[in-house]
């Protein structure tokens, strides 16, 4: 019955009850052009809803044209950037899910190729191609790695518009219809690069200590809280390590999430890493089935705060046995959800929660029902 499976029952944040507990993860697509939702995004994104996600978070999204990673990134900076973000968040809730957007700045990792194009650096070849090349802000003028550009270092009052950056997005996001506004603090992008030693090597109140180096998203959030409504939550996704000796490490980030939620954060979403290119000698990154699972349940534990599991979480059982055990709150998919936009749906049918396809959007449901009853009749 549905009342027996965590995965499908619904849990509320401030003003927002989510209908069941499985996210989609945001998956970066490449494809908008000036940062501008298109077409193919409400395709992306209309398919999660229809297959009963409960929270589509939309993308990484930039706070300012130079924050967008590539070419391809979606950004909301502008006011007339509003109208088609909002035909997507109709959209979704018109299906019964929830929708939240993941708002970023690409920091020294801005100014890439697409992801399919080499996801690296951009060549001469790319700008040949048309892409255009800029040059990536951070907390130093430290290269992301070699053949990347160098960043140009944020200076004090640069920061100070980037707080108000990340407000107008947040506010934006929120007249665009989201309910849930996502703070990206990983993978090393802009914000996450100010937490990390590996890339803050500043000497001012921004940079050293940890407590320096968790000065401006900690501002940021509060920033945030204070100009959101009080029913909007406010989700962190973090990297719980760097996978590298003399990184951002586990312990930091139960002093980060501790500190988030005091500022008014709702959830903490646990992935890691991404401050060295894959494969680089100097990281102990291991993926396997579940294993970021640990991150999420070290912090639900000991700072008391929900947070959301993500990483190789391949099923349903998988799904709910993350839930049961108190390990997360939610449970986000990414690649799953790609293959199968309607692995939540199959999971019901799984496990009888759902025999007559009423989950389903009501024309598929009534065709799925009839195919069904014809089968047990035959």
Known sequence: MPSQSLLLSPITFRGVTLPNRLALSPMAMYIADEGALNDFHIAHYAKFAMGGVGLIVVEQTAVCRRGRISNGCLGLWDEAQV???????DLIHG?????????????????????WQGNGALTEADIARGE?????EGPADLAFSEGWPTPEAMTLERIARLRREFVQTALLAEKAGFDIVELHLA???????FLTPLANRRTDAYGGSLENRMRLPLEIAQDMRAALSQ???IFARISATDWVEGGWTMADSVILARRLKEAGVDLIDCSSGGNLLRGATNSNLARGPLYQVPFAEEIRRTVDVPTMAVGMIRNGAEAE????????????????????????QHYAQEIGAD????????PYGWWLSKWKKALEAS
């Open 132 to 136: 255009a090349l800029w040059q990536p």
């Open 321 to 344: 046995q993350v839930l049961r055990e108190g390990k997360a709150d939610l449970v986000a998919i990414g690649r799953q959800l790609l293959f199968n936009p309607f692995w939540l």
């Open 187 to 193: 993978h090393g992008y802009l914000l996450q690069s």
């Open 95 to 115: 299906f019964g899910s929830k929708a939240a957007i993941q708002i970023n700045h690409g920091g020294r990792k801005a100014s890439a190729q697409r992801a």
């Open 231 to 233: 029913d909007t939550p």
């Open 83 to 89: 109208p088609a973000f909002r035909r997507l968040t």
């Open 355 to 362: 025999p007559e396809f009423a989950r389903w959007p009501e």
